[in-house]
């Protein structure tokens, strides 16, 4: 007797079936909100063009951008550019993990550091990271030294945020609890201080790429580096060559690269959530 | 002979003086807990027990006075299981026995057998938010028993499940108790839980916390909430809970 057909089970809900149909519609269920608006935006686009509010060669149709997006997928040069930039990127990210984690914890357990630094961190936040970058210039001249200082000091801050934020949510009753199981100093932290702010911890980490990413992108746009033809620098050249189409084609590229990296979060920051059975928020 | 005292709680006051007034949670406690013997703590609402307990348990300090566990080590539980939600309830075992130093070769075996022990041989995989309040309590159980406490310190810990639930776990906490010949201390408002469990209960009062009075509780084992014998003694609790109600007010 197949288990669909046990009347013990047949009151379950149809959700309850591991049944592929299903699983191929809740996919279909998850992507075609974006679909649409993403259809949604091109035909508002295509209405703006066929207006003439703009000519043409200024505001190009979508049919030419998404050519030229594809002129780009064969063109060794983009390739070189997105490898540049996403280059930066990571090593500046992990620098700022690195920076951003040690900084957290240490301002943490210091009263003294979080005197001195705790409100400091949270302004550097609110810091716009491009009114670092003439100081950088200064620094560093026109390096990737500079871009890089200024996506660290970008990123770092929320990081560390987060920790410090994690660790200071550890809820009181887990603490008594882990006190009175012999847990003290080092290893109190490890195994439960801070597998306890992780969550926390993981949407710092979140903010923390997005920051290093506006910070890259604006480095980019002045740090121009000879023989480093990163997104930035390429973005920079369709303007100065009015190449509308290849200008808008290259801004979707780092929308693109933007939003996948931040999927990347989201998905981490949901498996552990999802672990300790805190769900998922909708707003 | 009386047997060797497991715990002994020498004229400790808690005055809390981080609050507007001081409060004085407890005053001049003592109190004398054998080894091997049950006892609850029974009282209204803000009558210090906690206090009490975190003290015993080294979370807090008193202001004055002196506690003794003579050398055995405590574990607690609370009104809430406390698990924690990132570790399996494997997980959250081995903690504690990783905590208390027990060798990793030795693991395997004793989750098993603690989790044996609470009657959850299957769980070890499943994660504190998939399991009921009853059985989450029953894993808090387990772990507290896996860093081989001498003394338990139970805070309410049945409170906030269902009487069907309490019962079941009554049972079990007995059994374990009489099994490892462990020491108790149990945290309660309800008569008939104390009545149902103490071999002596010991009744405190509120403002300013102490301790006013101790019942022994001499039927015997196995107890059931509904004999007629827990019932008189539960009443007997409460006519004494209230008698000192009155000469407080
Ligand atoms: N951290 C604290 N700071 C200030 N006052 C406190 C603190 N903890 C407890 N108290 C006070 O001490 C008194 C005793 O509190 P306690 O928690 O020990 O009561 P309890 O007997 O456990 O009550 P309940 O049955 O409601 O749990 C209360 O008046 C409470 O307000
Ligand atoms: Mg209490």
Redesign the pocket.
């Known amino acids: 007797m197949k288990a669909k057909d046990d009347p013990a089970l047949a009151t379950l809900e149809p959700a309850d079936w591991p049944d592929s149909g299903r699983r191929r519609r809740s996919i279909w269920a998850a992507v075609w909100p974006g679909l649409s608006a993403i259809a949604l935006v091109l035909v508002i686009w295509e209405a703006v063009v066929l207006t003439g509010w703009k000519p043409e060669y200024v505001l190009p149709p979508p049919t030419t951008v998404l050519a030229e997006l594809g002129g780009f997928l064969l063109d060794s040069k983009f390739w070189l550019a997105v490898s540049i930039t996403l280059l930066r990127a990571l090593v500046g990210f992990s620098l700022a993990l690195a920076i951003g984690t040690g900084l957290g914890i240490a301002v943490s357990a210091s009263r003294v550091l979080r005197a001195a630094l705790g409100s400091l961190l949270t302004g550097m936040q609110t810091m716009p990271s491009i009114a670092w970058f003439p100081f950088a210039i200064l620094l560093f001249g026109l390096t990737e030294n500079a871009i890089g200082f200024v996506v660290v000091l970008g990123a770092a801050p929320s990081i560390a945020n987060g920790l410090i934020s994690g660790i200071d949510n550890v809820p009181p009753p887990l603490l008594r609890t882990a006190k009175v199981l012999g847990a003290r100093g080092l290893t109190l932290y490890r195994y439960v201080i801070l597998p306890s702010a992780l969550p926390t911890y993981v949407a710092g980490l979140k903010q923390g790429w997005a920051f290093a990413w506006r910070s890259l992108m604006a480095g980019e746009l002045l740090v121009i580096i000879a023989n480093r033809p990163s997104l930035g620098v390429q973005l920079q050249y369709f303007r100065e060559f009015a190449n509308a189409p290849a200008l808008i084609a290259m801004m979707i590229v780092i929308l693109v690269l933007g939003m996948a990296f931040d999927a990347v979060f989201s998905r981490l920051a949901a498996v552990v959530r999802r672990n300790r059975g805190l769900g998922e928020t909708r707003l | 002979m009386s047997p060797a005292p497991a715990l002994t709680v020498n004229e400790v006051s808690?005055v809390?003086?981080?609050?507007q007034v001081p409060?004085?949670?407890?005053k001049d406690a003592s109190l004398e807990v054998a080894e091997g013997e049950f006892i609850c703590?029974l009282?209204?609402?803000?009558?210090?027990?906690?206090?009490?307990?975190?003290m015993i348990a080294g979370l807090?300090s008193p202001t004055s006075g002196a506690i003794d566990t003579h050398g055995n080590r405590v574990g607690m539980m609370f009104?809430d299981a406390n698990l924690f939600p990132w570790l399996t309830v494997r997980g959250n075992i081995e903690l504690a026995l990783r905590l208390s130093g027990i060798p990793k070769p030795e693991w395997d075996g004793r989750v098993q057998d603690l989790l044996a022990m609470v009657e959850l041989p299957d769980a070890g995989q499943k994660r504190p938010h998939q399991l009921s309040g009853g059985m989450r309590q029953r894993v808090s159980l387990a772990r507290a028993l896996a860093q081989e406490c001498r003394i338990l310190l139970m805070?309410?810990p049945f409170a906030s499940l269902d009487a069907l639930t309490r019962d079941t776990l009554h049972e079990e906490i007995a059994r374990v108790w009489a099994q490892r010949g462990l020491t108790i201390v149990f945290?309660t408002?309800n008569v008939r839980e104390a009545a149902r469990l103490a071999d002596r209960v010991v009744i405190?009062s509120?403002?300013p916390?102490r301790i006013v009075d101790e019942v022994p509780i001499g039927l015997p084992r196995p107890r059931r909430l509904e004999q007629p014998e827990v019932a008189a003694a539960s009443g007997k609790l409460r006519e004494l809970l209230d008698h000192y109600d009155l000469k407080a007010a």
């Open positions: 808690k809390f003086t981080d609050t409060t004085v949670a407890l703590l009282g209204r609402s803000g009558c210090g027990k906690s206090t009490l307990l975190s807090a009104q805070d309410e945290v408002h405190m509120p403002s916390g």
